[in-house]
């Protein structure tokens, strides 16, 4: 696990890059310069871009992962495995595409009364979903060549900043208008791809001559049952977090969807480790199915959660003390204030979801993967149902409760499969002490706020000001009392050891 733990380091390191840009382009360029219409515009575009990217995959992503160890072989360049990501998606591409025109006059119905912008640039989800598609394909490619920092640096830093780009031409500079913006937005996911694509040739292990003599008919029997499931599994993976945009923006208004996507943004943040860890993680998951090796697979599994349950706690714990200095900070952050209690609710559904996500890849994975189709229809028709309800009644609070409750109910649901079916506990003792150390800082948070802020209230400065220096102060004390409680707790020794290297500590 240590090995990829220093792999999945320079992974995070990358989408905390993404993450800085991200938080300049988020708080002080998209809030400042666009309206919130046109924040939940672009937000729209490329939530529906995803999601018509996700189905025409048709499990592509998935299927690459799984299936790769049955190919590979760097000597004769792993049979030609490239050359078929390439064409599956092409069909499916195709078939979703007939099957959105045949839908269009549904979708532009129930989103011209609220969202009429959004009908006005519909036509544009499809090369973007196109280009979004070829770069996940082309990710999943370098990620069982264990080469993820490439790939990773185009999606969370080049896209990112290309995007920044785009919205200063727009609102700062005023380059271009509305039309030059959502094409500017399409030219960027082109580039993206384009860049991964020569980034696989350039590693020299990808051939596109097929070699049909691998597929044996149990193969191809196994290939087509997974790549059907993985095709309704799509819905878990990227179009369930994205269901509460199209409600929101078909219900509420292309402004609520925006105030929305800035409070999903910050709690996204909670999400960055997962990103890296599951991503390098997953293909050794897959390898030790097919090696039978289902100890070491636990092992795996028990591991991931542990460490994505501590990052994404504590990442999630700073940002919630320090959510009222980040909002002050926010341009027009009285606006957006409104999407407080989202962050909440979003950012608790999120760790959930890291502490959890890999036992859904040990399902997925394994011989009972097919079990995912039944979570995921009892998923999305429970989100379905929990949006149609609690949006009306709650508004943007409503869409995260949907989506809190939804994905609770689900993972309950997966980890019983694969404790009586897999046999794999991804618990350990080790997470009653993250829970207990998050705790213990929530108190002592309390404390702060009850006794220490007052007198920062007294303070010559402005609100803001005084607001960021206890922000400062306080979170570089629980940072501090953290990494103490993590070290002496030997709460992991892989955050041990890089406490040591980073600190310097001689063992």
């Not at 871009?49 to 799984?66: E, H, K, Y």
């Not at 009364?113 to 959004?118: A, R």
């Not at 394909?137 to 896209?159: D, H, S, T, Y």
């Not at 028990?302 to 003390?321: P, T």
Request: hydrophobic share 55%.
């Amino acid at each position: 696990m240590g090995v990829v733990i220093k792999q999945s380091i320079r992974g995070t390191i990358v989408n905390y890059l993404g993450i800085i840009v991200g938080f300049v382009t988020t708080f002080f360029i998209i809030t400042k310069y666009l309206t919130q219409e046109e924040v939940g515009l672009t937000r729209v575009l490329i939530d529906a871009a995803i999601l018509f990217a996700s189905f025409a995959q048709l499990g592509t992503s998935s299927s690459i992962i799984r299936f790769f160890p049955y190919f590979k072989d760097e000597d004769g360049k792993h049979h030609g495995f490239f050359f078929w990501t390439l064409v599956v998606p092409v069909f499916g591409f195709l078939l979703f595409l007939i099957v959105a025109k045949c839908l269009e006059g549904t979708i532009i119905q129930t989103f011209s009364k609220n969202s009429d912008l959004f009908v006005n640039y519909y036509r544009f989800v499809f090369p973007l979903s196109l280009f979004m598609l070829y770069q996940s394909v082309f990710e999943a490619n370098a990620n069982v060549l264990m080469r993820i920092v490439v790939p990773k640096f185009v999606r969370e830093v080049g896209v990112r900043v290309g995007l920044l780009v785009l919205y200063l031409l727009y609102g700062y500079w005023y380059v271009i208008n509305l039309d030059g913006l959502v094409v500017g937005i399409c030219i960027v996911y082109f580039l993206a791809a384009l860049v991964d694509f020569f980034y696989l040739l350039t590693l020299g292990k990808i051939s596109f001559k097929p070699d049909f003599k691998v597929f044996t008919k149990p193969l191809l029997k196994d290939i087509g049952f997974y790549t059907l499931f993985m095709l309704l599994n799509a819905i878990t993976v990227n179009v369930m977090p994205l269901l509460n945009t199209f409600f929101l923006s078909a219900g509420m208004g292309l402004s609520f969807t925006g105030i929305y996507a800035i409070a999903n943004y910050i709690a996204t943040v909670v999400e960055v480790p997962n990103r890296s860890l599951n991503a390098i993680v997953q293909p050794e998951i897959a390898q030790s199915f097919k090696d039978q090796d289902h100890a070491h697979a636990e092992k795996l599994c028990k591991s991931v959660s542990l460490h994505l349950m501590l990052s994404s706690l504590l990442i999630f714990f700073f940002i919630w003390i320090n959510i009222d200095a980040l909002f002050m900070l926010l341009p027009n952050g009285d606006k957006y204030e409104a999407g407080k209690s989202v962050v909440l609710i979003l950012g608790i559904a999120k760790c959930i979801n890291s502490t959890l996500f890999v036992s859904s890849s040990a399902l997925n994975y394994s011989k009972y993967y097919y079990w995912s189709f039944v979570f995921t229809v009892m998923l999305t028709v429970m989100a379905v149902v929990l949006n149609v309800l609690l949006i009306p009644r709650f508004g943007m609070d409503g869409a995260s409760l949907s989506h809190l409750l939804s994905y609770f109910t689900y993972f309950v649901c997966l980890l019983v499969v694969v404790m009586l079916k897999l046999k794999i506990n991804i618990f350990s003792k080790a997470q009653l002490k993250v829970i207990a150390l998050v705790a213990g800082l929530f108190l002592l948070n309390y404390g702060w706020v009850k006794w220490i802020y007052p007198l920062f209230l007294s303070l010559p400065f402005s609100t803001t000001a005084n607001a960021l220096i206890d922000a400062g102060l306080k979170s570089c004390l629980l940072l501090a009392v953290t990494l103490v409680a993590c070290y002496y707790w030997h709460i992991s020794e892989d955050v041990n050891n890089l406490i040591r290297k980073t600190l310097h500590i001689k063992q």
